[in-house]
């Protein structure tokens, strides 16, 4: 595994489920994170209140991230008794979330997407393509980090990321 390859020195697997940021930087850690619950009741509980309707775009990734968002909906996670949804339609939305490495092909799909959300709008990475790139990093059929086409306002890493993983960073964030 990474971990073995770098000796712990790099890449480190943990048990620990807190570790989405509002900021790519933060991803770096040479110890705590800032508060991402300080960070967002600055700036985003006082625009979208107690509920979040969401639009969750796949952008060319493998579906596992997929997955773990749609686990939120089951009765063990159960997302909606927090106020947080996902929609159908961009338009009714007040965000999106966007899985996988943004394909050339996802590109302009994803922005007419955004672009159909009304103001103030959302915008969170879920997984390691659409932070970095992933396994793709490199590639010209990709956009290596959504944060290079859209402001991003929350990450959240992974490979992907575990459902207490996202249901952490959307509470902490947003509620």
Excluded: W
């Amino acid at each position: 595994t990474c971990e073995q390859i770098s000796q712990g020195e790099f890449v480190r697997f943990t048990g620990d489920f807190e570790i989405a940021t509002a900021q790519k930087e933060h991803l770096l850690t040479a110890g705590d994170l800032p508060d991402l619950a300080q960070h967002s009741k600055q700036h985003f509980k006082r625009l979208f209140g107690r509920s979040l309707q969401l639009r969750q775009v796949s952008a060319a990734g493998c579906n596992a991230c997929e997955a773990d968002l749609n686990v939120l909906a089951t009765p063990f996670f159960d997302l909606g008794r927090f106020g947080i949804n996902f929609v159908a339609s961009p338009r009714h939305s007040d965000g999106i979330v966007v899985t996988g490495p943004v394909s050339r092909n996802m590109k302009t799909a994803l922005l007419q997407t955004y672009e159909a959300v009304p103001d103030p709008k959302v915008v969170i990475a879920v997984g390691s393509c659409t932070l970095t790139g992933g396994p793709f990093t490199g590639s010209p059929e990709i956009t290596e980090g959504l944060d290079k086409i859209l402001p991003v306002d929350l990450f959240i890493p992974g490979c992907p990321p575990h459902p207490l993983t996202n249901l952490h960073a959307l509470l902490r964030f947003f509620k």
